[in-house]
């Protein structure tokens, strides 16, 4: 008996089909719901590049607005300028307005003046007497 169990064991024995290799196949129904539509969304990129734009016109508009009336005090003071230049130009130099002095101008064609070499001699320089062996010790080992 001990035998035939062991023959039986070696044997080559091939499991059976399962049983769903029989049965017809499953058929999908279709739904009586309606499918299902996408809700639209919005990145979170998109939503900071629009607060982004939005940040940079009202910048721009600013930086503009700025621009004007720095141009504006400018052109203001400038014409302030010209006109106490006017006015000092028209009052009296006795009261205290500007006055004309003319100054001679320097001929181009004139020969140009000759430089002379100076008669002192040169400069012999001297080595200050800085000698170590007249110091204190205690300063040179700091």
Do not use: C, I, W, Y
Not at 16 to 41: C, D, H, I, W
Not at 51 to 68: K, S
């Amino acid at each position: 008996a001990g035998e035939r169990a062991a023959a039986a064991a070696r044997r080559f024995r091939a499991r059976g089909l399962p049983a769903t290799t029989f049965e017809p196949g499953f058929e999908v129904q279709q739904s009586s719901r309606e499918l299902v539509a996408p809700a639209g969304f919005e990145l979170a990129s998109a939503a900071r590049a629009r607060q982004r734009a939005h940040f940079d016109a009202e910048n721009a508009a600013r930086q503009a607005a700025l621009a004007a009336m720095k141009a504006e005090q400018e052109e203001a003071r400038r014409l302030l300028e010209e006109n106490e230049l006017r006015e000092l130009r028209q009052r009296p130099a006795t009261e205290g307005g500007l006055r004309f002095v003319a100054r001679g101008m320097p001929d181009p064609h004139a020969p140009v003046p000759a430089v002379h070499p100076s008669e002192k001699e040169l400069t012999v320089p001297q080595t200050p007497a800085l000698q170590a062996r007249h110091r204190p010790r205690a300063n040179l080992e700091k």
